[in-house]
């Protein structure tokens, strides 16, 4: 399949409201089968606009996918080993904007000095990970902002140079 052009460039302040709104979007589009309406709406309670700001103040690396109007459509977060936020805009999900995404975060990472990438993933986005060469490691837990405690699963994958 022929690859679109992407524009990619690292987190500006003033994506913080479209990346709340895409950000929200995907986690409330996860399979029922995964995830209970009550445990979408508790993980989404806690995204802000200003939260991708005060994350990157904490030394987060995010860098955000462009769609044709230059506006953020997806977007990748990463500190040290690993990748905190993978999320890309349901309209714009199987169009190996999150593979790209993923792959220039851990060439950043690797660039760094990390060996091993590390993610606590959804459970609906494991399989995704294991295409893109991670390996399941075990079950995992993430306390959602609205206070539910949600199933996880933590991979892993070797990235060193
Ligand atoms: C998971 C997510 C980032 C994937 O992004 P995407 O742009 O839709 O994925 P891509 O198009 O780059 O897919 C890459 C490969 O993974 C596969 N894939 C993507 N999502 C998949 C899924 N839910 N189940 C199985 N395979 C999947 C694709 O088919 C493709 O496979 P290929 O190598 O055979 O072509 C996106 O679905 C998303 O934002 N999900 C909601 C938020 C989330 O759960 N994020 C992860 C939290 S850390």
């Known amino acids: 399949m022929a690859i679109p052009p992407m524009v990619v460039r690292p987190f500006r302040p003033d994506d913080g409201p479209a990346l709340a709104v895409l950000h929200r979007r995907a986690i409330l589009a996860l399979p029922d089968q995964d995830y209970s309406r009550a445990e ?9 606009a200003g939260g991708y700001a005060a994350a990157v103040a904490d ?4 860098q955000v996918a462009l769609g044709g109007s230059a506006e ?4 990748c977060a990463h500190r040290d080993d690993s990748i905190l936020g993978l999320c890309v805009d ?3 999900q199987r169009h190996v ?8 975060a851990e060439s950043m990472m690797a660039a760094s000095g990390c060996e091993v990438a590390r993610v606590n993933s959804s459970v609906s986005a494991a399989p995704f990970f294991v295409r893109c060469g991670y390996r399941l490691l075990g079950d995992g837990r993430h306390l959602t902002p609205g206070g539910l405690t949600v199933a996880t699963l933590r991979l892993e994958k070797f990235i060193a140079l």
């Open 40 to 48: 979408r709406k508790s993980w989404a309670r806690g995204i802000s």
């Open 59 to 62: 030394e987060e690396l995010i």
């Open 72 to 75: 953020p459509i997806a977007y």
């Open 90 to 92: 349901p309209d714009w």
């Open 97 to 104: 904007i999150g593979r790209r995404l993923l792959q220039r």
